[in-house]
């Protein structure tokens, strides 16, 4: 029987890595997004974003790109797209509503709309996006609705576990494939798609939609908690006078907790962590089991109060007042490796210090055209070492690897002050004193 063929609706961080995978696994994929310019970029063999080894991938596919095997495709017509997909990969963005918590289900709906009425034979539909609980049985019903192929056109729920600077190794390589299906169609047409990480081993993991929907924000929930449960240590620490990186390391060694995930700083953000626990909480409520979550309501106010306890650090390390000191901010990005700012505590705590009168000047290796278009009226720098001329302080607010390989003697000629906060830990605070700076970071006592 000839392999299924792919379509992917929404090429975002998550989309776009997913296209490009599937023509990698052999598959023929045509794409399509809702925002032109996207499209052009991908048409060319250009990632819409930053992500390690995704360009490579697409110029590796991508039909026109000289010597690509011309398996990845693009329109922007859904009558397209239905009549040529066997599995169709919904990967649109489930951002938080305006003002509340709840997840912002209109682009999955929309997607859905415009799909559905072009499935006129047999089609599975396969929701990435991570939705709350209750949406894939909805979502099948509107399918069955208003496909003309009724029930053959199929939903299944497969969410997504990547993580952003990993996400083709992530895509290629998962550590577990889990699927939420009405029928054994699905799943069949699911353990194909998957042939090549299945027989690597990869667990496949069948449940029902409820099931693998709550999988997905069970999974984040966790990964939220347990930093903020090293963060709460790390304010411990801060009143106790103990230092939150050497007890992450002891605890770590126990197998049972793990080292994975306890890294304390200014927290979590990102266009996932964030807005799913949230909207987790606001799902439970609806469901009336809103007290089965509450300890993610702490989980939140933690990791915010990361960020507010870096402001202050910085207010302290300048004498009590911002106004008019210039402070240099390395890091714009929620994580390293990535382009993506989308509640990135670093930017959140340069844009608060900038609000409140400070001269900020920002520096990342790959977030500064993004960076630039959420907070325009920061100060940026090309170079670590140009946001650093001058500065009254220094804040290193997302753990580039760069920063890590920074002299800090060389550094130091051109701060007005040696000063620096490590809002990550990962500097070595020994390297930075020993070349004359005052070094303090969260959780960590002050020398
Ligand atoms: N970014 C990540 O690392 C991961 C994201 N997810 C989930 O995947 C989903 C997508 O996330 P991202 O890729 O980060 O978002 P994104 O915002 O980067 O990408 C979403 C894309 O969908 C497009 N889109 C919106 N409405 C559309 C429509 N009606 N038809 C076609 N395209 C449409 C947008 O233009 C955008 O390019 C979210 O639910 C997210 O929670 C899950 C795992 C990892
Ligand atoms: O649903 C999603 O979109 C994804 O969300 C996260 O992936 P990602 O957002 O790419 O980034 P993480 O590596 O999880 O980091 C999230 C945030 O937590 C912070 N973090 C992480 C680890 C740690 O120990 N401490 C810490 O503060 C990071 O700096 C970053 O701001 C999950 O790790 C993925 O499994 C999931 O698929």
Known sequence: MASPKITVIGLGYL????????????????????????????????????????????????????????????????????????????????????????????????????????????????????????????????????????????????????????????????????????????????????????????????????????????????LATKISFINAMAEVCETAGGDVVKLAEAIGHDDRIGHKFLRAGIGFGGGCLPKDIRAFMARAGELGASEALTFLREVDSINMRRRAQMVEMAREALGGALLGKRIAVLGATFKPDSDDVRDSPALNVAGQLHLQGAQVTVYDPKGMENARAVFPTLGYAPSARDAVRGADVVLHLTEWSEFRELDPAALGEVAATRHILDGRNTLDPALWRKAGWTFRALGRPTL
């Not at 599937?22 to 974003?49: I, N, S, T, Y």
């Not at 996006?129 to 979502?139: D, H, I, M, Q």
């Not at 939609?209 to 966790?222: G, I, M, Q």
Request: glycine share 12%; hydrophobic share 40%; charged share 25%.
């Open 15 to 222: 989309g776009a890595t997913h296209a490009a995978a599937m023509a990698e696994l052999g598959f023929e994929v045509l794409g399509l997004d809702v925002v032109p310019e996207k499209m052009r970029k991908l048409e060319q063999g250009h990632a819409p974003m930053f992500e390690p080894g995704l360009e490579e991938l697409l110029r590796a596919h991508v039909a026109g790109v000289p010597g690509s095997t011309g398996r990845l495709r693009f329109t922007d017509s859904w009558e397209e797209i239905g009549a040529f997909g066997d599995v169709h990969f919904v990967c649109v963005n489930t951002p938080q509503k305006h003002g509340e918590y709840g997840c912002d289900m209109s682009y999955v709906d929309r997607a859905v709309d415009s799909l559905a009425p072009h499935l006129h034979g047999p089609a599975l539909v396969v929701g990435k996006s991570t939705v709350p609980v209750g949406s894939a049985e909805r979502l099948a019903a509107r399918i069955t609705e208003l496909a003309p192929a009724g029930q053959d056109a199929e939903l299944a729920w497969n969410p997504e576990f990547l993580r952003e600077g990993f996400a083709v190794k992530d895509t290629l390589h998962p550590d577990r494939i889990v699927v939420g299906v009405g029928g054994p169609r699905g799943e069949g047409l699911l353990r194909e798609v998957y042939a090549r990480p299945l027989a690597e081993g990869t667990p496949f993991l069948v449940a029902d939609f409820p099931t693998a929907e709550l999988v997905k924000t069970a999974a984040n929930s966790f």
